[in-house]
């Protein structure tokens, strides 16, 4: 037994990995998809060959250009949405699909951090949508002018408008 413990010991001092993000076994009879992300944008993603708009979330387009003040210069306003989402679907993703409307899949997903619309918006790289769940995490990421919401970016005017209105 004694010659057991140093290997037990190195074992408890591995570093634990995470599990892979998959759909959880509620045998509702729902649609779910898990697995590693395809491709993805600021405000949709792939898994599987199916094509998931995240639920709650509104990105800019590619084309709206954002500007930094500080470094007077302009960059595409999707892109830190773009940044962020890669760095949350790097250990996989699953998605509960809510709604089919005409050919789009709309989802709630869940990555290792959690609910991927909630990081996307607490993190300031999107807005959350009219009605939408994602209110406090906007007024949070407003009030701590994080990501878009930074005082030197200047942003779209629809998001300006929403900038404005937190600051009240």
């Given at each position: 037994m004694r010659a057991y413990i140093p290997i037990l010991l190195a074992l408890l001092?591995?570093?634990?990995?995470?599990a892979p993000v998959r759909c959880p076994d509620d045998g509702e009879g729902g649609a779910c998809v898990w697995g590693r992300a395809e491709g993805y944008d600021g405000a949709s993603l792939q898994v599987r060959g199916l094509t998931i708009q995240v639920a709650g979330i509104t990105v800019p387009h590619r084309r709206e250009l954002c500007q930094d003040r500080a470094a007077k210069s302009s960059f595409d306003c999707a892109r830190p949405a773009r940044r962020r989402m890669g760095e949350l679907l790097a250990k996989g993703v699953a998605c509960d699909i809510w709604d089919?409307?005409?050919?789009?899949?709309?989802?709630?997903?869940?990555?290792?951090?959690?609910?991927?619309?909630?990081?996307?918006?607490?993190?300031?790289?999107a807005r959350a949508a009219k009605d939408g769940p994602y209110e406090p995490e906007q007024s949070a990421a407003l009030a701590a002018k994080r990501g878009l919401w930074a005082a030197d970016t200047a942003i779209p005017k629809d998001w300006e408008a929403i900038r404005r209105k937190g600051s009240d």
């Open positions: 001092a591995l570093p634990v990995q995470a089919v409307s005409g050919d789009k899949l709309w989802g709630r997903c869940q990555v290792a951090e959690g609910d991927l619309g909630r990081a996307l918006v607490a993190s300031g790289v």
